[in-house]
Structure formats: C-alpha cells, structure tokens
C-alpha cells in the first residue's frame, strides 16, 4: 500500500516580530518531522499544547509554507508554491471550533457548494445534487442546507464541517482537535460518524488531539510529538499500553489530566522549554527522569525499534 502524503525533516520557524528595544525572535514550531500515512489509516497525533500538531496540519495542507524540508503527495515531491493547490483535492481539514470555522451569514447550501465552484466538471446542477449527497452522508436532512449556521447545534455544525471537507473526496482529511468543543454525548456520535464514514470510503483521517484514550481508541498508528519533533511513533494501542519514550510514558501515566490550554509539558515536572529557545540536545532533555550527559549534548535521531521509531538515547 503506497502513501498518500510523507514528510522528510519538515522544518516551520515563524518569526516574531521585535520592538525598539526587543529582536526579533524564532519559535521553532516543527523540528524536523518525517512521518507518513497510508491509505485508509487513521494516524493520530498526541502531545501538549503547543507542541506543533496544528502547526504541522496546516504545513502538510500548504496553509503554512514550510521553512525546510520536503512534502509528498503520492510520491511526488509537492513544489511548495503550488502546494495549496496540489493538496486541495487529495486533503481537507475539519477545525475544531465548529461555531468560528463556518461563515454565519451563509446558508450551509453556499458553504458546501463553494468548493465545488472551483471545479470545472461541476455543473450548477451536479452541485445541488452533490450538496444533497454529502447532508446525507453526514446524517442530516437535506432542509439543513437551507439554514444557516448560527440555526445549527455544535454537534450539526460539526457534521456540517465534516461534509465541507467531505465534498470534494478527499483522500485524507485532518481533524484538529474535531470534537473537544462537543458535550460528550455530541462526541460519541461524531466519532461514530467518522468511524462509518471511513469504513464507507476508504477515507485516511490525520487526528490531531490532546485526549490520548480517544486517540488510541480511533487510530491505528500514533504520533507523540514534544517541542515540535516526534518523539515516539508505531502502532497507537501499543505505545499507549507499553509506551517507551519517557515522555509517553509521562503522557500516558498523567491520562486525564492534561489541560487542553496549559503551557507544554506543564503537568510534568519542572519548567516547560521554550520553543524560542529548545534544547540543544534531547528536546524534553531538561524534565526527562532518565536524562545524563550525551542527552545535553546530542539531539537522539528517530530510529526504528521493533515496529516503532523512537527518539532516545535509552532506547
Ligand atoms: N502563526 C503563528 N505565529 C507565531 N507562532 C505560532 C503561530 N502558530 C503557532 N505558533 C507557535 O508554534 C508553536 C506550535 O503551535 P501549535 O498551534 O502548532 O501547537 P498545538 O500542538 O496545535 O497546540 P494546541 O494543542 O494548543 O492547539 C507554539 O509555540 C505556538 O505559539
Ligand atoms: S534522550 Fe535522554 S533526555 Fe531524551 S528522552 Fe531519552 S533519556 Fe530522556
Ligand atoms: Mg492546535
């Protein structure tokens, strides 16, 4: 089975910009991240706030413009300054807050049909007829699309962003953090709708989130990142019920008590590292238990262990 995206060491710096008196500063939001997914796969991603799951998202889309490194699109080696419209037809992305992510003074027909308009084969026709399929496939009456979005609940305006990024066939859709603003009843049903969706289609989903049970529930390989780097990746009931790196360890051990808001590492031990300043060596090198002194010096490459990669020196 062939990838439908890689990544070979992508980089995203954003720059901030200084005063009079202050410079200007880099965060270093992606160091280097390779990853992949495979046809039909659910990849999840896990690790605290700010550690770079959005980031990457938007890079892999071409939202953001990478600042190194290279992107894949089956196979091909994507040219970054036509990448948004490389990915547009093969990716798509559902954000997390369903109540900013849809324009209120649209009616939803407008909104499913925008992206069809980009689209020659589509007839104005071919357009509703397509709009009906997706309310469908979403589980909502075709009367919705005559509302707009400030009439729907969280969880319809939820599937109303699934059947957005649902209506051109994408092959691979990004969830950030998709249902994290739902009540939890809303979430079980969102979820199961994902699950059906993908057994019907094929669909890859990349599943950017803070909540671990949930990514190893709908994922089959899983992603820990830190600092903007990958620390652990294999398959996700693996490292969630053995996990190795001893950050997954720590983010495994503190299961619902990470705060969807807190600072980076902030309920481990120590202070978090700032991705203006990371590490030199080990990016969780200054709150590892296990950490000496080749840890300070050297950053550990990503290297295959059993059916992992792992970034560590211990392992
Ligand atoms: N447009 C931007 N300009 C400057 N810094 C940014 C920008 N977007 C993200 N960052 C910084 O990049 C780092 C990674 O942010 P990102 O939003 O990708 O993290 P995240 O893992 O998605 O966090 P969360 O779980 O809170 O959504 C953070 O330090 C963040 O402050
Ligand atoms: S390389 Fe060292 S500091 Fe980094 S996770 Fe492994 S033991 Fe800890
Ligand atoms: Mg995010």
């Given amino acids: 089975m062939g990838y439908i995206w890689e990544t070979d060491n992508l980089v995203k710096n954003f720059t901030l910009s200084g005063g009079l008196f202050r410079p200007k500063q880099t965060v270093h939001a992606l160091q280097g991240v390779s990853l992949y997914q495979a046809e039909g796969e659910t990849l ?6 700010g550690c770079g799951k959005s980031t990457f998202g938007y890079t892999l889309m071409g939202i953001h413009q990478a600042t190194s490194g290279s992107i894949y699109m089956n196979g091909r080696q ?16 559902v954000f997390q807050n369903p109540y900013a992510s849809l324009n209120p003074r649209l009616k939803i027909n407008t909104i499913l049909e925008e992206p ?28 919705f699309g005559e509302r707009y979005a400030h009439e729907l609940s969280g969880g319809q305006r939820q599937r109303i962003g699934i059947a957005r990024a649902l209506i051109m066939q994408p092959k691979c859709i990004i969830l950030d953090e998709p249902i994290s603003a739902l009540d939890v009843s809303i979430q079980v049903q969102i ?28 994922s089959h390989r899983m992603v820990v990142m830190y600092l903007g780097a990958v620390m652990e990746e294999g398959p996700a009931l693996d490292i969630y019920e053995f996990p190795q790196h001893p950050y997954s360890k720590a983010l495994t051990t503190m299961v619902g008590q990470v705060v969807p808001r807190a600072p980076i590492g902030a309920p481990l031990r120590g202070e978090p590292a700032s991705p203006l300043h990371p590490p030199k060596g080990c990016l969780f ?17 990503l290297r295959e262990w059993a059916d992992r990669r792992i970034a560590c020196w211990h392992i």
């Fill in 44 to 49: 999840g991603i896990v690790g605290e706030s």
């Fill in 78 to 93: 994507v040219d970054p300054y036509v990448q948004r419209d490389t990915t547009r037809d093969m990716m798509q992305m």
């Fill in 116 to 143: 069809l308009e980009l689209n020659p084969n589509y007839t104005p026709r071919d357009r509703v007829i397509r709009v009906k399929e997706v309310l469908e496939q979403v589980g909502l009456d075709m009367a």
């Fill in 191 to 218: 979820m199961t709708l994902l699950e059906r969706l993908q057994a019907l289609y094929g669909i890859s989903y990349l599943f950017i989130s803070h909540d671990l049970p949930m990514v190893r529930y709908i």
């Fill in 285 to 301: 090198s200054d709150r590892c238990p296990e950490v000496d002194r080749r840890c300070l010096e050297e950053r550990p490459p």
